[in-house]
């Protein structure tokens, strides 16, 4: 099936660095999202890409919609402790998805020291 | 407003039995994906469904998994014969109109089903 591979697998910061992830593809989406997923929820919508070469921010979370359709990356500036968890990429596919099907890449989960 | 309910929150299932979970959109909502996932994984699709009509199960097993989304009240994804493989965590999201990612994914807390 369809894979996004999502970069990296984890990391281990300290409070007030910039984290920074991605997820590429050799397939084309139409649309890119980031969630966050604490343990034991379901995750959380953070950010939503419509448009090649959007370029979102909420609050200190910016995610960009890559040039080529195949990629988004993610960057959290200045993390403090509750940025710790689990962030998924996902995106549906231009090409041979229903409007349903999202594809998820496997996560990074990020852990912040105090 | 209440958002997308699942219950149960924990169900444990011996081998063999069935398993039914539940999802309730959120109110005005007529539109339902379930997704399914394993530890230290992303989430899978496995069905979309509009009210009383299945729209994609393309991530749907072909044997004992089955989905419905009546007229009247919550979804339920049904598991029969439940063998150790299943245990998984089971997410449901709801959208109002078709074209769900026009308004992102609204996920609910998801059940978690542990086979023993």
């Known amino acids: 099936g369809q894979q996004l591979n999502q970069s990296p697998q984890s990391m281990f910061i300290q409070e007030g660095e910039d984290v920074s992830m991605n997820c590429t593809s050799s397939?084309?989406?139409?649309?890119w999202l980031w969630y966050k997923q604490e343990p034991g929820e379901g995750p959380v919508l953070l950010i939503a890409?419509?448009?090649?070469?959007e370029l979102t921010s909420n609050g200190r979370l910016t995610a960009q919609f890559g040039i080529t359709r195949k990629d988004s990356f993610l960057n959290i500036s200045a993390s403090i402790p509750s940025d710790v968890g689990i962030y998924f990429c996902a995106g549906q596919l231009e090409y041979g998805g229903s409007q349903g099907n999202l594809i998820f890449g496997k996560g990074t989960k990020l852990s912040v020291k105090p | 407003n209440a958002g997308v309910m699942q219950n149960p929150r924990h169900l444990v299932r011996r081998r063999g039995q069935e398993a039914r979970l539940r999802c309730s959109p959120m109110k005005g909502h007529s539109h339902v994906y379930w997704y399914r996932q394993l530890p230290e994984e992303g989430l899978k699709f496995m069905v979309y469904l509009q009210k009383e009509n299945i729209i994609d199960e393309s991530g749907m097993p072909k044997e004992r998994f089955s989905a419905e989304f009546p007229k009247e009240g919550p979804s339920i994804l049904r598991i029969q014969q439940v063998v150790r493989g299943d245990s998984a965590a089971y997410f449901c999201?709801?959208?109002?109109?078709?074209?769900?990612?026009?308004?992102?994914?609204?996920f609910g807390s998801g059940t978690r089903l542990t086979v023993v």
């Open positions: 999201a709801s959208s109002p109109i078709t074209g769900l990612v026009n308004y992102g994914y609204t």
């Open positions: 890409l419509y448009k090649a070469g």
């Open positions: 397939s084309i989406f139409n649309t």
